[in-house]
């Protein structure tokens, strides 16, 4: 089949727009809870209404996919994630949110099921590897911008003295002045809109699925979950999930309260870095996963992980603010290792097994909720230490992972 920049090129924006309205949260978290007097428990409902959406639909939209194509799938993913947004913006009020985090994980989850396949049949088989990589850091990169227009937005119009232009001065109008952070799903319901009416005018290829791409029957699946290696691994997936959210989702709250740094900009800058450097640590996972076997990699930047969690908790301010951004670095290459241990485990039913593996996506759903009720309890510092857990987790599968095929190296 003829290759197809010009697709290739929409479905890296969709990258982009996806992670923008994905990772959002942790800077704002701090501004709902000002707002609507939560507890940590309260709040961390958020995330969870926005991850656990990915553990309903996942499955759904798989076969959504190969009944209605990618097209369509499409635009029913931005058509939740507009819904969504434009309801959180018209009506700020925490339930509300809850519903419209929901719709909008909903959207987010079915277009990343979508566009995968997509891009191997616009960009080429022999190029997947590549442009995978190159969507990992567009994703990174709005991850890290996310934040940052947040930050932008709630300083601008917060404050009525400073210069505003056009988009600000219509941003005014119609966000409430006690709640300026609303001004960020305004933005993300315009961005839906607009991929909306791109999508809708471009022409899709037919994508032939591969037999391993294809959503299996419902033996299929029950075959898998009798596989014990499966169920190692959907812990995995749920325990990475649940750390990078776990992490991302208190750093501005946790800075704020034990280091009284302003969660509008530090806080919001942590978190940008976060994921800043979570995409720079793809290129240096890259390299050396040509040089180690990716079992050793992982194990390295675990401990690496573990040791930052500890500077981060425990260290004083000026460490702390440095060490929860560099966790993003150490967490930069266990997605794309245990998601690669995990399929090279099995033999067959890769399709499936992939369904399966984002549903344990909901990690980030529950896991940021375990450390808000324990940080209602016990306080926020203890409840972050249940990071330990889950970061443990993923330090011990470089140890019992025994994939059928492991990382080709330049010394392999």
């Excluded at 969709?14 to 800077?27: D, E, K, Y």
């Excluded at 060490?323 to 485990?345: D, E, K, R, Y």
């Excluded at 972050?384 to 470089?398: D, N």
């Amino acid at each position: 089949m003829k290759r197809n920049p010009y697709l290739v090129g929409l479905v890296l924006l969709i990258f982009f727009a996806v992670s923008l309205l994905t990772n959002v949260l942790g800077a704002i978290i701090p501004d709902i809870i000002e707002s609507f007097g939560l507890t940590l428990t309260a709040a961390a409902l958020l995330p969870f209404a926005f991850f656990i959406a990915y553990g309903v639909i996942s499955i759904p939209a798989g076969v959504l996919v190969e009944t209605c194509r990618e097209k369509w799938t499409i635009l029913v993913g931005f058509g939740a994630g507009f819904a969504g947004s434009l309801a959180f913006a018209l009506f700020p009020h925490y339930h509300v949110a809850i519903s419209s985090l929901f719709l909008t994980g909903m959207g987010m989850a079915t277009l990343q099921v979508a566009i995968n396949p997509l891009l191997r049949v616009a960009g080429g088989e022999e190029n997947f590897a590549f442009f995978e990589a190159f969507a990992q850091l567009v994703f990174g990169s709005a991850s890290f911008l996310s934040p940052r227009i947040y930050s932008y937005l709630v300083e601008h119009l917060a404050d009525p003295s400073a210069s505003r232009g056009p988009v600000l001065r219509g941003l005014a109008r119609v966000v409430p002045q006690k709640f300026p952070w609303v001004s960020v799903y305004w933005v993300f319901a315009a961005a839906a809109l607009f991929m909306l009416v791109w999508v809708s005018v471009s022409r899709f290829p037919r994508v032939e699925r591969k037999e391993d791409e294809r959503v299996g029957s419902w033996e299929t699946h029950l075959k898998l979950f009798r596989n014990p290696v499966v169920w190692l691994f959907i812990v995995t997936i749920f325990a990475y999930v649940g750390s990078e959210q776990g992490t991302a989702d208190w750093i501005s709250k946790f800075l704020s309260t034990y280091h009284h740094y302003d969660p509008r900009t530090t806080g919001a800058s942590a978190v940008s870095w976060f994921w800043g450097l979570m995409t720079a640590g793809c290129l240096l996972g890259m390299l050396l996963l040509k040089v180690f076997d990716s079992r050793k990699v992982l194990i390295a930047f675990s401990t690496a992980a573990l040791l930052d969690l500890t500077l981060a908790l425990f260290g004083p301010a000026a460490v702390s603010v440095v060490a929860f951004p560099l966790m993003g670095l150490c967490a930069s290459v266990m997605w794309p290792i245990t998601v690669s241990l995990a399929l090279n485990s099995v033999a067959e039913y890769h399709g499936s097994f992939s369904g399966i593996l984002c549903t344990a996506i909901c990690g980030g759903a529950i896991v940021p909720v375990i450390i808000g009720r324990l940080g209602d309890a016990v306080g926020l510092r203890i409840g972050m230490m249940f990071l330990y857990l889950t970061f443990g987790w993923i330090l011990s599968v470089g140890f019992w992972a025994k994939p059928l095929i492991s990382n080709k190296t330049i010394t392999s």
